[in-house]
């Protein structure tokens, strides 16, 4: 595991799903239209739970449901300035596929982009995003790793670490 006090990385255990809920929301305070946040674990390691959080921190009134069957679920958000666009791609195999279901449109428009088993397109992924990978540690128990890539996320992550853990 890497240390916490690196520049563009944080780590950290939340005990529930309530804890991985409330992260969500304070990382989504920090969230512009365009941000794309790449979620990746296993099944149960958290994903949609951390984008639940995510939504509520952005004002999104509808419950957020993982969209396994559609891939992408849009959320308008309260001041219509953009929306929450929440991607699954547990069905898609590559690129390619995902390409096919107008993926990039979304991900290079101005709506805040989730995108769980994001490891799947990680070749068509803009190259400045927050990647987050949750592990399953025991029935309440996720890790959360967080690694910025590039600078407007550099800077997100050192304000939710200070925000977070006032370091």
Same mark, same amino acid.
């Not at 255990?13 to 969230?31: D, N, V």
């Given at each position: 595991?890497? $240390?916490?006090?690196?520049?563009?990385?944080?780590?950290?255990?939340?005990?529930? !799903?309530?804890?991985?809920?409330?992260? *969500?929301? +304070?990382?989504?305070?920090?969230?512009?239209?365009?941000?794309?946040?790449?979620?990746?674990?296993?099944?149960?390691?958290?994903? =949609?739970?951390?984008?639940?959080?995510?939504? +509520?921190?952005?004002?999104?009134?509808?419950? &957020?449901?993982?969209?396994?069957? &559609?891939?992408?679920?849009?959320?308008?958000? $309260?001041?219509?300035?953009?929306?929450?666009?929440? &991607?699954?791609?547990?069905?898609?195999?590559?690129?390619?596929?995902?390409?096919?279901?107008?993926?990039?449109? &979304?991900?290079?428009?101005? *709506? =805040?982009?989730?995108?769980?088993? !994001?490891?799947?397109?990680?070749?068509?992924?803009?190259?400045?995003?927050?990647?987050?990978?949750?592990?399953?540690?025991?029935?309440?128990?996720?890790?959360?790793?967080?690694?910025?890539?590039?600078? +407007?996320?550099?800077?997100?992550?050192?304000?939710?670490?200070?925000? !977070?853990?006032?370091?």
């Amino acid at each position: 595991m890497t $240390p916490i006090l690196t520049a563009n990385i944080v780590d950290f255990i939340s005990h529930s !799903a309530e804890q991985t809920q409330r992260i *969500g929301e +304070r990382l989504a305070r920090l969230l512009e239209s365009g941000d794309v946040i790449c979620l990746e674990g296993d099944l149960g390691a958290g994903k =949609t739970c951390l984008t639940q959080g995510i939504g +509520r921190g952005l004002g999104v009134q509808s419950a &957020i449901t993982s969209p396994t069957f &559609i891939i992408v679920n849009e959320y308008p958000l $309260p001041d219509r300035s953009h929306k929450l666009y929440h &991607i699954d791609l547990y069905r898609v195999q590559n690129a390619a596929e995902a390409c096919s279901t107008g993926l990039e449109d &979304i991900l290079f428009g101005n *709506g =805040t982009c989730v995108i769980e088993w !994001a490891e799947r397109v990680r070749e068509i992924l803009p190259d400045n995003r927050l990647w987050v990978t949750l592990r399953y540690v025991d029935e309440t128990k996720r890790e959360l790793h967080f690694e910025a890539r590039g600078a +407007r996320f550099e800077a997100l992550l050192q304000r939710f670490r200070q925000e !977070a853990f006032g370091i």
